[in-house]
């Protein structure tokens, strides 16, 4: 059984660019939250997407946007990329009865 | 405002010596209290969990102590070994472990654990 997995590995934008990243949950799982983790962070919440529909938030701004599919996968997009927005972006995946698994991580770097 | 503060930042520990690493909470809402082990270019990885209705929970090598007066909860390593050299997270959230709710982390606390 595959767990959480996320795509691509590793990024690098300029600033002022916009990025997708991908989440696909571990099986069973239908929620998909993100948190962002500067270097020597621990991971801050960004949001989670439950039914398609973002249901909670985190104090990000709203260059940070989401979408989650009918399949459960789910996407991070960053609009107008700032030097600070440069971290390890990561994906978890939970049920109402499972908790929170995390996937590997995208490294984004913002030159 | 930081709701989970968690110390030491890094800590340095004999092999087969024991890793102790505290944290502290402030919202009184939170009822699941998770560690977290994360190795360098990987996403964290659950260790072990806690709900607040027991004092302590052991799994194998690991122990978390739970004291719900003092808003304060520390994840024990026994006997530690090279291996679990990695970086440690505590976190809490609401909602009992569902995954319904967002995990606020401490900052985390890097263990070394040297032959």
């Known amino acids: 059984d595959a767990g959480v997995t996320q795509s691509p590995t590793h990024l690098i934008k300029t600033r002022g660019q916009q990025v997708t990243l991908r989440c696909s949950p571990k099986?069973?799982?239908?929620?998909v939250s993100w948190y962002q983790q500067a270097l020597g962070q621990g991971p801050q919440f960004i949001f989670q997407?439950?039914?398609?529909?973002?249901?909670q938030r985190g104090n990000f701004p709203d260059r940070f946007s989401g979408h989650q599919f009918p399949n459960y996968s789910s996407e991070l997009n960053v609009n107008a990329l700032l030097l600070g927005d440069s971290a390890l972006y990561l994906c978890?995946?939970?049920?109402?009865?499972?908790?929170?698994?995390f996937g590997p991580g995208t490294r984004l770097t913002v030159l | 405002q930081q709701q989970v503060k968690q110390s030491p930042q890094s800590l340095i520990v004999q092999k087969g010596g024991i890793s102790i690493i505290n944290c502290a909470y402030e919202?009184?809402?939170?009822?699941?209290f998770p560690w977290y082990q994360q190795f360098p270019g990987k996403g964290p990885a659950l260790l072990i969990a806690?709900?607040?209705?027991?004092s302590e929970k052991k799994e194998g090598r690991f122990t978390i102590s739970f004291n719900k007066s003092a808003k304060q909860f520390s994840l024990h390593i026994m006997d530690s070994q090279p291996g679990d050299s990695a970086t440690y997270f505590c976190?809490?959230?609401?909602?009992?472990?569902?995954?319904?709710?967002?995990?606020?982390f401490g900052k985390g606390t890097k263990l070394s654990v040297i032959p």
């Open positions: 099986s069973g799982h239908d929620t």
């Open positions: 997407y439950y039914e398609e529909e973002e249901r």
């Open positions: 978890a995946s939970s049920s109402t009865l499972d908790t929170q698994y």
């Open positions: 806690i709900r607040p209705d027991v």
């Open positions: 976190a809490a959230s609401i909602g009992a472990g569902a995954g319904s709710y967002q995990l606020t």
């Open positions: 919202n009184t809402a939170f009822d699941y």
